[in-house]
């Protein structure tokens, strides 16, 4: 199983159970040294990590399989890239950053 930190629409349970066609359970965490921004795709607002000394991001951490991440990475497009970060927890998990 691969880990995904999520902090934006990927937090919703309707979200997550129309790109991966279920909900994953998360457990909560913080990814330090990071800051939330907006990014516009098709004319729509969406929250986006950007690395920030000093911030942090509260979110979940969800367990998806490797087929579900490929379903994600279609679902966040070409404008974010996925980035291997270690939360609070120090668990190493991946998180789409600008």
Do not use: C, H, N
Request: hydrophobic fraction near 40%; charge should be negative.
């Amino acid at each position: 199983m691969e880990k995904l930190f999520v902090y934006g629409t990927l937090r919703e349970p309707e979200v997550q159970k129309k790109v991966i066609g279920r909900v994953a359970a998360g457990t909560e965490d913080t990814l330090d040294d990071y800051g939330l921004s907006e990014i516009v795709i098709e004319g729509e607002k969406f929250p986006a990590a950007i690395p920030k000394i000093g911030e942090s991001i509260a979110g979940q951490v969800i367990k998806i399989t490797p087929e579900e991440l490929k379903l994600i990475d279609d679902y966040e497009t070409e404008a974010y890239k996925r980035v291997k970060a270690t939360l609070k927890s120090k668990i190493i998990a991946w998180v789409f950053e600008l």
